[in-house]
């Protein structure tokens, strides 16, 4: 099988499951060397809304599936408080592979792992992209995109509506901010109905 970039040029649209492959196999950095498994996203792929978060933590590392930890927990319950399920949404990571100690990921890893995103973006065509936290946010709508003060807020780009919510961990350490994080994910069910009879990007 081609990888990603080449296909990019040529146009090539993947299934899920082919992705999947890839990603599984992936060695595009250094982090293949230490992960358990790749965390390839999951969901619905006729999804309107697609959560974007940062890296897989180290229970995704071991099963493979991603947000099945804590914070996977804590994110259930905003999608629960906002009648939303993980059979209607799908949800991935910026990069797909755990780095240790649950550092952030770099530049560089960012880098290798981007075209996973964008062929899933491909595949899914969601209405509602949502970034989960800081480091999503700041590689998917600004670099100076400043989670605490600006999550909740919405900009349109290309064919979809884009905003960002608190990342769940930051929930944990802090559950002061949950009913905050509550309001946001009302307001993308709330968008979600909204476009409920738009069809699907292009
Ligand atoms: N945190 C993330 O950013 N992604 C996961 O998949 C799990 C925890």
Redesign the pocket.
């Known amino acids: 099988m081609r990888a990603p970039p080449e296909a990019e040029r040529r146009r090539m649209m993947y299934t899920w499951e082919e992705l999947k492959q890839f990603v599984d196999h992936c060695g595009r950095c250094p982090l293949c060397r230490t992960r358990t498994h790749a965390?390839m996203g999951r969901g619905n792929l006729k999804a309107a809304v697609m959560f974007v978060?940062?890296?897989?933590?180290r229970?995704?590392d071991q099963q493979g599936?991603?947000?099945?930890?804590p914070?996977?927990h804590v994110?259930d319950q905003l999608l629960e408080a906002a009648s939303m399920s993980r059979e209607e949404i799908y949800?991935?990571?910026?990069i797909k592979c755990n780095p240790p100690f649950?550092r952030d990921p770099s530049e560089e890893e960012k880098a290798a792992c981007i075209d996973y995103l964008k062929y899933e973006t491909l595949l899914i065509r969601p209405k509602i992209m949502v970034c989960?936290?800081r480091?999503?946010a700041q590689r998917i709508i600004r670099p100076d995109f400043r989670i605490t003060r600006e999550h909740g807020l919405w900009t349109e780009r290309k064919s979809y509506q884009l905003t960002a919510v608190l990342?769940?961990?930051a929930l944990l350490r802090d559950p002061s901010r949950i009913p905050e994080a509550k309001q946001d994910f009302l307001a993308i069910r709330r968008m979600a109905d909204e476009l409920a009879d738009r069809p699907a990007p292009v």
């Open positions: 965390v978060a940062e890296a897989p933590g229970q995704e599936i991603p947000f099945v930890g914070a996977g994110f949800i991935t990571n910026i649950n989960l936290g480091v999503a990342h769940p961990s």
